[in-house]
């Protein structure tokens, strides 16, 4: 499990010779448990990546805790392997000169694991998210959008993580594509047991996947209600984000956009 609390995060200039700071987290505590699937949602600039980095353990915050099974998430043994990230610049995610297979195999050695044992393991793997073998010596300029990110996708389960970071994973991708890896998530989800966190603009996306939403504005939790109960939202930005994606739904091709 998870554990957020009492997190906070500023950043300081911004601008050259500055020294003001900015704070872009404010007491944000909340839980993850094993095989959920919970998502952050919140406009441009509200805090979700840089959520997502402490998450990651990759930066760490200024006041609060997260800890993963009890230990903190930015002792590096603490994390190993056990959680990983997909991030929405599927093409910067994987060196332009590595091939598939060299992109998937690098966490599996990174943990040591022998080169036969890497070997059947790309196969199983990319067979898993939709790829055959063929894939394995193409570079990522010969791969689709959707395609690199079922790469990007192969590389992160391949580690067997406890949970993925998602930050706009689907959000480039054409809505038929968007569709397809989202239902790809939820496939590995119930064979790996995983627990996601969905960081995402979008709503219609997120109700999709999720079993809870957090919504987040200005680096503050405005509210977690489960999915199921999306309608019920208290919080006026709730609300509003709730209304522009039903109007958003009215107004272009319903078979294009998944229906709330
Ligand atoms: N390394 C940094 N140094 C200074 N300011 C930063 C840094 N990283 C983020 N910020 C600021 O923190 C705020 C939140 O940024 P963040 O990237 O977390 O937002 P976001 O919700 O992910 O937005 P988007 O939906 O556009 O990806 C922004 O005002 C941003 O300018
Ligand atoms: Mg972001």
Known sequence: ?????????????????????????????????????????????????????????????????????????GERAGRKG????????????????????????EPLKLQGRKHADID????????????????????????????????????????????????EAVSSLDASVQFQILELLKKLKETYGMSYIFITHDLQAAAYLCDRMMFIRSGHIEEIISARRLNEVQSEYAKAMLQMALRLTDSRDRKERIIL
Do not use: W
């Open 82 to 105: 056990k959680i990983s990230a997909v991030f929405q610049d599927y093409t910067s995610s994987i060196h332009p000169f590595y091939s598939v297979e060299k992109a998937v195999a």
């Open 1 to 73: 499990m998870l554990t957020v609390n009492q997190v906070e995060k500023s950043y300081t200039g911004g601008k050259l010779f500055s020294s003001k700071s900015k704070q872009v987290l404010h007491h944000i505590s909340f839980t993850l448990e094993p095989g959920e699937v919970l998502g952050i949602i919140g406009e441009s600039g509200s805090g979700k990546s840089t959520l997502g980095r402490l998450l990651l353990g990759i930066e760490k915050p200024d006041r609060g805790t997260i800890q993963f099974e009890g230990r903190d998430i």
């Open 120 to 167: 059947h393991k790309i196969d199983r793997l990319l067979h898993e998210v939709g790829l055959d073998s063929s894939y394995r010596k193409k570079y990522p300029h010969e791969l689709s959008g959707g395609q690199a990110q079922r790469v990007c996708i192969a590389r992160a389960v391949s580690t067997d993580p406890q949970y993925i970071l998602l930050d």
